[in-house]
């Protein structure tokens, strides 16, 4: 790491910086795997998931970005090779398979879910053991984009019809006939 005295040790930078590398690695594979998805997807409602999964890849490109420009910004180099980034990743390839639609959807709401756990815990990590509350706020962002991809998605594959009052028909207890 480079020699920078923003207020932080370089052992707790070269912390925060391991971390970040792990949230580049996930955003990058979740990228790719959003992007194969946009060419991949078939079916009655392809044309809504095409521009969905457009918004979101042109979202993680941003967010790719910036957090390694926040690694530079703390002295470190970020990950910029596909086996760097496959070494650190906590998400998996589904590498040589084309899944339906609505699985398509599934897998990238476990993705998102899965990252925004991660970026929970490095969020306390960087404010609690680190001490760089800028980047606990950085990741926080993050975390709150990946939020809404993932209520999105969700929102697409549940599916349940709602009454004009709001309640969920499903889930309200029915009255026996004759009661």
């Given at each position: 790491?480079r020699q920078v005295n923003i207020g932080l040790t370089q052992e707790q930078r070269q912390g925060v910086s391991r971390l970040l590398n792990q949230d580049l690695a996930d955003a990058y594979l979740l990228l790719v795997k959003t992007?194969?998805?946009?060419?991949?997807?078939?079916?009655?409602?392809?044309?809504?998931?095409?521009?969905?999964?457009?918004?979101?890849?042109?979202?993680?490109?941003?967010?790719?970005?910036?957090?390694?420009?926040?690694?530079?910004?703390?002295?470190?180099?970020?990950?910029?090779?596909?086996?760097?980034?496959?070494?650190?990743?906590?998400?998996?390839?589904?590498?040589?398979?084309?899944?339906?639609?609505?699985?398509?959807?599934?897998?990238?709401?476990?993705?998102?879910?899965?990252?925004?756990?991660?970026?929970?815990?490095?969020?306390?990590?960087?404010?609690?053991?680190?001490?760089?509350?800028?980047?606990?706020?950085?990741?926080?962002?993050?975390?709150?984009?990946?939020?809404?991809?993932?209520?999105?998605?969700?929102?697409?594959?549940?599916?349940?019809?709602?009454?004009?009052?709001?309640?969920?028909?499903?889930?309200?207890?029915?009255?026996?006939?004759?009661?």
């Open positions: 790491m992007k194969k998805y946009h060419w991949d997807v078939v079916g009655p409602q392809f044309r809504t998931l095409h521009q969905l999964w457009e918004e979101h890849y042109t979202a993680l490109t941003e967010t790719i970005d910036a957090i390694a420009e926040r690694v530079r910004a703390l002295g470190g180099y970020p990950i910029g090779t596909m086996e760097g980034f496959l070494k650190v990743a906590t998400l998996k390839e589904h590498a040589g398979n084309v899944p339906t639609a609505s699985q398509m959807v599934a897998n990238l709401v476990e993705d998102h879910e899965q990252v925004i756990r991660n970026l929970r815990q490095h969020v306390d990590q960087c404010a609690d053991e680190f001490h760089d509350e800028g980047t606990a706020d950085f990741l926080t962002g993050i975390m709150e984009g990946h939020e809404e991809m993932a209520w999105m998605l969700r929102s697409f594959i549940e599916g349940e019809a709602l009454q004009a009052d709001g309640s969920n028909p499903s889930t309200e207890k029915k009255t026996p006939v004759g009661v």
